[in-house]
């Protein structure tokens, strides 16, 4: 069992910058992929980062890549999803992910077995 904690989110303007962590606990997570997904009002959650278990192999939505850097510190058993040049339309419940196994990254909602409770990130215009 995989317990997560999102932390991080909050109110910020366009353009600017925050950073998520997400603390796991409970299991071997040096072993896990991890994801974030996202969930605006109204919408479905979507795919928006992947991390291999070793962190060696990244995968970015479209809609963020070259804005967004995931990474993670198997020592601290913590997943960081860095935001930049936020924008509006990136305001969304965003949730950690974590899967039993796998050696590479994974971007479906079904292919994840642990799901933390999700932190707010609010993008002002």
């Known amino acids: 069992q995989v317990q997560l904690v999102e932390s991080g989110g909050g109110l910020v303007q366009a353009g600017g910058s925050l950073r998520l962590s997400c603390a796991a606990s409970g299991r071997t997570f040096s072993r896990s992929a991890m994801a974030w997904f996202r969930q605006a009002p109204g919408k479905e959650r979507e795919f928006v980062a992947a991390?291999?278990?070793?962190?060696?192999?990244?995968y970015y939505a479209d809609s963020v890549k070259g804005r967004f850097t995931f990474s993670r510190d198997n020592a601290k058993n913590t997943v960081y999803l860095l935001m930049n040049s936020l924008k509006p339309q990136d305001t969304a419940v965003y949730y950690c992910a974590a899967r039993d196994g796998g050696s590479y990254y994974y971007t479906k909602k079904y292919e994840y077995d642990y799901w933390g409770q999700g932190t707010q990130v609010t993008v002002s215009s």
């Open positions: 991390i291999s278990w070793s962190g060696g192999s990244t």
